[in-house]
């Protein structure tokens, strides 16, 4: 019988979705689509007559909006919004910034869904000379964690997700559910998924074949020991739901980006807004580590 029940929500489409790129701890907003995607969440929710006592987000901006939109939508903004950086997405260290499409089509689509949606590989980490280091380990945002800078994730492989997700769960999001509060969590595609493994017990084999849409709330009815008492369901229109992700699922397609060709050197997506100077500074020491993970990953996988 359910005693609990918890939500789950993978934020809006990001303008890195939208992109295909590997976005990870790169902080981006929602996309124009992705504001919609979340003000629908709010609008389904509200009809459905569910009300939240406690929400928890990420650090990453598209985290925190889509909570916000969602709570505007319920008229719910003042319900407590907790964030926490052990909600963040995955850390895919030197891969951040790459186009999913591009790798695809110089190292094939499964070897790119293995990298993605393994449970236990680990990319190669992020490093000083990557385009995105500064932004991310300058930010301000990460001096507020529980641990310091320095032992921030410099790359994650799920399983490592779910580890530096686990405490957060059983010490801060846990005591709000056992006290009867229904609580939504807003964060990403691997941190929701991570905690969906746990839940359920999804095998490390299953969980590769398992996807979520952006802004599609998920709903689990838990018993007293917060096991599910039945499968998860995703709220709203089941035609868009499957639509949607068949969406997700084609991320790994070998569709370039209109104007890129294909090639075995080419300037990644990532620094293609880049300014010049510093892409010029920034790119052979990257293009040489992203010739060096791939090699890392191939051996691994």
């Known amino acids: 019988m359910s005693k609990y029940k918890l939500f789950l929500l993978r934020h809006g489409e990001g303008a890195w979705n939208k992109e295909n790129r590997f976005c990870s701890w790169v902080d981006q907003k929602l996309s124009e689509a992705g504001v919609v995607e979340a003000q629908e969440c709010g609008r389904l929710l509200k009809e459905q007559g569910y009300k939240f006592d406690r929400v928890f987000t990420s650090l990453l901006s598209r985290s925190i909006q889509t909570a916000w939109l969602v709570l505007e939508a319920m008229g719910q903004e003042w319900i407590p919004v907790t964030k926490s950086w052990r909600l963040n997405e995955r850390h895919y260290g030197a891969l951040i910034g790459l186009n999913r499409a591009e790798m695809a089509l110089n190292h094939g689509e499964e070897q ?70 229904t609580v939504l969590i807003s964060a990403h595609g691997n941190s929701c998924r991570a905690l969906l493994k746990h839940l359920e017990n999804i095998s490390e084999k299953d969980i590769v074949g398992v996807t979520l849409p952006t802004g599609i709330p998920v709903l689990l009815e838990l018993d007293e020991d917060l096991k599910p008492v039945k499968p998860r369901q995703l709220l709203g229109d089941q035609d868009k ?60 996988t």
Request: with cysteine; hydrophobic share 35%; aromatic share 8%.
């Open 112 to 181: 790119v869904k293995l990298w993605r949606r393994s449970y236990d590989i680990t990319p190669p980490p992020i490093d000083e000379s990557h385009p995105y280091f500064a932004e991310i380990y300058n930010d301000r945002r990460y001096s507020t964690c529980d641990v310091p800078k320095e032992q921030l994730p410099r790359a994650e492989s799920l399983k490592e997700v779910l580890d530096r997700l686990l405490p957060y769960w059983n010490e801060v999001v846990v005591p709000e559910i056992k006290s009867g509060h």
């Open 241 to 300: 739901i499957q639509a949607a992700i068949k969406k997700v699922k084609t991320l790994n397609k070998p569709t370039l980006p209109h104007g890129v060709r294909q090639k075995r050197s080419f300037i990644p997506s990532c620094m293609v807004n880049i300014s010049p100077e510093k892409r010029n500074k920034a790119l052979p020491s990257h293009l040489n580590k992203q010739n060096q993970l791939i090699a890392f990953w191939m051996n691994q």
